[in-house]
């Protein structure tokens, strides 16, 4: 059992920046995904950037603005998110797959950001 608790989100304005922070409750140095997610009401949860077997990718509107980083020796993802916009307000969540072999994610339990002026 992976434990995935999330922080860091909050009420920023246009333009400004957050950094969302991941820790897991054992060690991701193996693990073979770890991802950040989003959701608003309505819509489906979207990948927004992910770590996959060493290689990380985004989705298209958060190309050259987030940034993704793993730091195994404290368990920890990071969402470096800068010139923020208010289509980014959403529920940010974690996800950690250990497996390549056995397909179970785990996820956090979500943190706010609100993107407004």
């Known amino acids: 059992q992976v434990q995935l608790v999330e922080s860091g989100g909050g009420l920023v304005q246009p333009g400004g920046s957050l950094r969302l922070s991941c820790a897991a409750s054992?060690?991701?140095?193996?693990?073979?995904?770890t991802g950040w997610y989003r959701q608003v009401p309505g819509k489906q949860r979207e990948l927004v950037a992910g770590?996959?077997?060493?290689?990380?990718n985004y989705v298209d509107s958060a190309k050259g603005r987030f940034t993704i980083a793993r730091d195994a020796a404290n368990n920890t993802v990071y969402l470096q998110m800068n010139s923020l916009k208010p289509e980014d307000t959403a529920v940010y969540y974690c996800?950690?797959?250990?497996?390549?072999?056995?397909?179970?994610?785990?996820w956090g339990q979500g943190t706010q950001v609100t993107v407004s002026s």
């Open positions: 770590i996959t077997s060493g290689y990380t």
């Open positions: 996800s950690a797959r250990p497996s390549r072999v056995v397909v179970k994610t785990y």
């Open positions: 054992t060690s991701i140095e193996s693990f073979y995904a």
